[in-house]
Antibody
Framework: EVQLVETGGGLVQPGRSLKLSCVAS????????MYWIRQAPGKGLEWVSS????????YYPDSVKGRFTISRDNAENTVYLQMNSLRSEDTATYYC?????????????WGQGASVTVSS | DIVMTQTPSSQAVSAGEKVTMSCKSS????????????LAWYQQKPGQSPKLLIY???TRESGVPDRFIGSGSGTDFTLTISSVQAEDLAVYYC????????FGGGTKLELK
């Protein structure tokens, strides 16, 4: 069974940093792209980042580019999201998700989410 | 960026009813080389993570009941639930993966 477990969320002041982790199990982690998607309270879904299988290629929307960094450790079956210079608008539940085999950009398994609140 | 627009934003339904919801993209999601539409649908129940229902616009994910039907091509797509069940009350999101992923605003199914 595929499992994705996010940790590292919490309350952080504006301008500070936070690092999320997502530990994967139940599939060959190193064979799949991974994603971070966020959902602000009561709002819809927003793609935050993607990383390819070996970590050599990463992608971000303009809203987080230059502030967030995705990385992965295939030996530890873990994907990370380093979030710097956090803003109030970054407040959201952050989900990690796994690529659907053969369909780049389709997310076929999601974690339970990590809550991040940016507030003074 | 490709903008995804879903209508309606909410819909009140009764059990057993046929339901349709729309998703429109600001540019075509049809890739001519493989004739595939890069469009997925997800279901999110209250307090839960999203769940993949459909990809390539009309391919059901394994384990998804056949009452969920995806259709459409180019810029206009539809998710149909042929006979709504109580457990289908949720928010439904469309998502394009032709470019970097973007999601629609969602359609919330509520009980009439």
């Amino acid at each position: 069974e595929v499992q994705l477990v996010e940790t590292g969320g919490g309350l952080v002041q504006p301008g500070r940093s936070l690092k999320l982790s997502c530990v994967a199990s139940g599939f060959t982690f190193s064979s799949y792209w991974m994603y971070w998607i966020r959902q602000a309270p009561g709002k819809g879904l927003e793609w935050v980042s993607s990383i390819n299988t070996d970590g050599g290629s990463t992608y971000y929307p303009d809203s987080v580019k230059g502030r967030f960094t995705i990385s992965r450790d295939n030996a530890e079956n873990t994907v990370y999201l380093q979030m710097n210079s956090l803003r109030s608008e970054d407040t959201a539940t952050y989900y990690c998700a796994k690529m659907h085999y053969g369909s780049y950009g389709v997310m076929d398994a999601w974690g339970q989410g990590a809550s991040v609140t940016v507030s003074s | 960026d490709i903008v995804m627009t879903q209508t309606p934003s909410s819909q009140a339904v009764s059990a057993g009813e046929k339901v349709t919801m729309s998703c429109k993209s600001s540019q075509s999601l049809l890739y001519n080389e493989n004739k595939k539409n890069y469009l997925a649908w997800y279901q999110q129940k209250p307090g839960q993570s999203p769940k993949l229902l459909i990809y390539w616009a009309s391919t059901r994910e394994s384990g998804v009941p056949d009452r969920f039907i995806g259709s459409g091509s180019g810029t206009d797509f539809t998710l149909t639930i042929s006979s709504v069940q109580a457990e289908d009350l949720a928010v439904y999101y469309c998502q394009q993966y032709y470019n970097f992923p973007t999601f629609g605003g969602g359609t919330k199914l509520e009980l009439k």
